[in-house]
């Protein structure tokens, strides 16, 4: 058969023109017999069926109402399933497609092969099976054959745990399950078990199973403790937190990630998240993350394992959140842990008379409290009595840096509660303690991980940092607020190193490098006007003529974001196709979103299948939006939905703050409404502030006066002219 027929036999009338016609390549796939490639020239208007017709007729093969088309499996190629009607528009110029059973086919064909006795041919149909279930089309068709139920039947009977396939069947339970077809509840509690038995074997022998038997196992495990309530309990009982902590040290890239996973899905449904973590560390899981885990990728953690230690670290850092919400209620302990402070800051006055003597009001002075009484200190939440814990660690584990900091400088004192207390605070606002993880976020710190008392660490380190910054900038009381607005920056800036921060003494060392005439040095060219001159009336009326401008500036800034997209998890999705990305138009009328396989994923627009048009949405912001119940500790932060189509909506879960204020107010500019993020009105100003200092350059040093000349009289007459030299 020539190329020129084969491109020739849909006829001219039938291809269109421009974008609606794809240029691909289909092939023969078995069970059919090899046969020669054609380049077709494809009308999208036509039916499948009448494609896979004409591609039938030229190879003759008899029956073409058995076939259909979907990707050929090729290296580097993201495109993988069958081609439908609801799909195809995904089809661009350069595809390589095959031509197969249809999927009600294929399913029963691989339905009656992996049941068949004969291990010969059991073994490929299984292997086969597990790349077909990845295509949702094929596993709608093999899940209503009851394949399901046929694959957990084999994983309940199978004897040898090396039996050959097996981690075959379990990679295509996995695939069928992540599809959501099936609900997890639905499972058998022997197969929950024998899953068990897989992990509890594979650890207790010294020839461990395959590590895709213990990583699909590990996976399908996690699957089910996150989604099945009536099988969390099984788990929890049978497996505790740390047995799976062995299994980082295998080599294995993907037994490393299902261990994280499924680790921290068992401190995600506990209700006693502090008691599962304390059993983590006394069985030094902290020193396995570090030695099989960080240090085993030399600082080059894959993605996926990444989000894995930041989800652990929220976990971790998150501990201090009871007590951050908690005020000094006036309990023994708490009397007893306040009292601690003035014993450990001077010894010798106190010796011998630790429960007995009061504590000196001018000893309360010395250490920084702010009022008269101490426990009035620790009314506000955040950060309520942790301020003390960190305190008290620092005054404990750090206590020659602790008495340095009290004793070595008499002018200018800094205030060491006050300090601290202010320091907590804004250590609580930069770790979001007491929010969620996020199901896309992959920043972790590697200190924070591996440490046991991560937060009040860093919090031993960055009181340091403040008495210093206090002794450059060389501060009073009244300079508190100046003071922690440069350490809260020189904080900030810091942790934006993220992975390369591998311990505290790096840690400590990036802080203090970074001294206060650095920071003015990098704001030099930000800094705001006088007051007194932005107050001045001229300035004020300078600024609301130029307010328009700069506001659509915002706007335009917001939109643009929105036209190079974001990807964002999907509400309660786990595994593959997790994610989806989202992007504006470049007209600015229609919002594509489509699938993507990671959080750090990039999409052309080409690439996403669905659309919004922009008129026909409406934008709902937090407790309003319908996965609002669905959020852990019912926070309703960083989410937003976007309807469409009536009761048609698309949730978003924002990965922070600043891409949750970018997409609001973006999606707010597209309604015609006002942007309603405090991060626009701040951009606003900062942007009005840097315009007016630019037009005001000229007229530096020279007061502006507070109301416009006066208007000088009118003359007598008007009898008079210029006499201009020449």
Partial sequence: MSMSSSISS???????????????????????????????????????TTIVQDVCSQWNIEHPERYTLKYTDLPNIPNFGYITEENRHKLKNGDILSITLTPPIQAQETFTRIRSRNMEERRPAVEELSKLSRDYTFALEFIKLNGIVSLMTMVEGSQMVNEAGLGSILGAFQELMEHGIVSWDSLTENFVKKLINFIDRSLAKSESLLFGIVARSLAILESIVLNSSKFYGIISKEVSVSSPIPFLERPAVEVKYNTLAFINALITKSSNKEAVLRELTMNRFNRALLDSVLNHFHGVVPEEIAHELYVYQCYVMNLVEERMRTRFTG????????????????????SGSRNKQQISEQHWKQLGFMKGDPKLDFSDTPPGVLALDCMLYFA??????????????????????QTSIALTKVLCQLFRIGEPPSDIGYEYIPCLVWNEEPFKEVFCIAIQLLFKTWREMRASVLDLEKVMTVVTKQITTVLQSGSSLSSFDVLRQRFFDLSYKKIMESEENSQLLDEAVIRSKPVQELCERIRPEITLLVKEERLRHLAEGQAFPKVGKRGRDQFFYCRLSPNQKVLHFGDCSSGNTSLPLEALDKKIQVPEMRLEIGASCPHASKREKDTTQNIFSVFYEGDEHLDFIAPNVTVFNIWVDGLSVLLGKRMPSKASEEDLETLLNMDLKLRLLDIENVSIPSQPPATPKEPSDYDFYYKLDN
């Fill in 10 to 48: 849909f006829g001219a009338g039938q291809l269109g023109t421009g974008r609606q016609v794809v240029k691909l390549a289909i092939q023969s796939q078995p069970p059919l017999p090899p046969k020669q490639a054609l380049l077709l020239d494809v009308a999208q208007n036509l039916q499948l």
């Fill in 331 to 350: 309990s023994p302990k708490m009397e007893e842990d306040l009292r601690l402070l003035p014993l450990r800051a001077f010894p010798d006055e106190y």
């Fill in 396 to 417: 404990k584990s750090k206590h020659e840096s602790f008495t340095r900091l009290l004793f070595s400088h008499t002018d200018n004192q800094c205030p060491f509660a």
